[in-house]
């Protein structure tokens, strides 16, 4: 079991920025490939940025390609995502998420955060 858990939300202008960080415990958080979803109101939880274990490549949405940057520190059991110029667009509720490969974590992972609401005013 890999529990996981986010912060760094919160209200921004659009232009901002936020880092959400998210804390891994229980399982080899290094051994797995880590990725970050948003869902807003009435729509579907989408898939936004994912990162590898072993190379730490990584991808991302293009609705954030050049905007958004997804990191990892394995030292400290974290899984991070800088967002630089939001839009109010970008506002929904942001989960992390761990799967054993990077088509798990993109598409259908193994493990979810609580989420973590971000709001872009305009």
């Known amino acids: 079991q890999v529990q996981l858990v986010e912060s760094g939300g919160g209200l921004v202008q659009a232009g901002g920025s936020l880092r959400l960080s998210c804390a891994a415990s229980?399982?080899?958080?290094?051994?797995?490939?880590m990725g970050w979803f948003r869902q807003a109101p009435g729509k579907e939880r989408e898939f936004v940025a994912a990162?590898?274990?072993?190379?730490?490549?990584?991808y991302y949405a293009d609705s954030v390609k050049g905007r958004f940057t997804i990191s990892r520190d394995n030292a400290k059991n974290t899984v991070y995502l800088q967002m630089n110029g939001l839009k109010p667009e970008d506002t929904a509720v942001y989960y992390c998420?761990?799967?054993?490969?990077?088509?798990?974590?993109?598409?259908?992972?193994?493990?979810w955060g609580q989420g973590t609401q971000v709001t872009v005013s305009s």
């Open positions: 990162i590898g274990w072993r190379l730490g490549r990584k």
């Open positions: 998420a761990a799967g054993g490969t990077i088509t798990e974590v993109t598409r259908t992972p193994d493990y």
């Open positions: 229980g399982r080899t958080f290094s051994m797995y490939d």
